[in-house]
T-cell receptor, first 114, second 113 residues
């Protein structure tokens, strides 16, 4: 099976712009989670989507949003970018229904905000 | 999710076993222990998980103490490619809380020739 794919892999934006990142889960997986990784805060959970519905949400401002499509692909959007949004954004997919649902991560999108 | 405590860093010799400890003294009965590793700037890679029994797969072994308050990840024959940050994570079963992993600082493992 192909793994989790994320596009683009690298992105440079300027403050105030908005950005959309895309994640394609492993075939058959219905859960997609997003994480932000920065040197200062480490890996932090943003949100999870399951069957097109947000099932879980981390402690991030409303500028961070996401959605999931019927084919389980997911996008996350960050509006009004700030310098502190520079980070590696990781997507993880899982089956979504088992008690011990293992998440598999993609390679990430590295976002730089200038 | 219960909090975990791991050493900040550790070295091990290539070809030797690497034993990575993790303390999770507040773990609850429905919480699993997961291990992931992250090689520099790549996405975290799943290694193994367990509830209360010891587990082994092609990558590693997971030893969980009887009281479940701590665990050890064992890489049986460390190679240079095992150099990474290793994260021990405790998480509630999915039906209770969905999919959410809470990462701590992890252990930075350096395998030396």
């Amino acid at each position: 099976k192909a793994g989790v794919t994320q596009t683009p892999r690298y992105l440079i934006k300027t403050r105030g712009q908005q950005v959309t990142l895309s994640c394609s889960p492993i075939s058959g997986h219905r859960s997609v989670s997003w994480y932000q990784q920065t040197p200062g805060q480490g890996l932090q959970f943003l949100f999870e989507y399951f069957s097109e519905t947000q099932r879980n949400k981390g402690n991030f401002p409303g500028r961070f949003s996401g959605r999931q499509f019927s084919n389980s692909r997911s996008e996350m959007n960050v509006s009004t970018l700030e310098l502190g949004d520079s980070a590696l954004y990781l997507c993880a997919s899982a089956g979504g229904t088992d008690d011990t649902d293992t998440q598999y991560f993609g390679p990430g999108t590295r976002l730089t905000v200038l | 999710d219960a909090k975990t405590t791991q050493p900040t860093s550790m070295d091990c010799a290539e070809g030797r076993a690497a034993n990575l400890p993790c303390n999770h003294s507040t773990i609850s009965g429905n919480e699993y222990v997961y291990w992931y590793r992250q090689i520099h700037s790549q996405g975290p890679q799943y290694i193994i998980h367990g509830l209360k029994n010891n587990e082994t797969n092609e990558m590693a072994s997971l030893i969980i103490t009887e009281d479940r308050k701590s665990s050890t990840l064992i890489l049986p024959h460390a190679t240079l490619r095992d150099t990474a940050v290793y994260y021990c994570i405790v998480r509630v079963e999915v039906k209770a809380a969905g999919n959410k992993l809470t990462f701590g600082g992890g252990t930075r493992v350096l395998v030396k020739p």
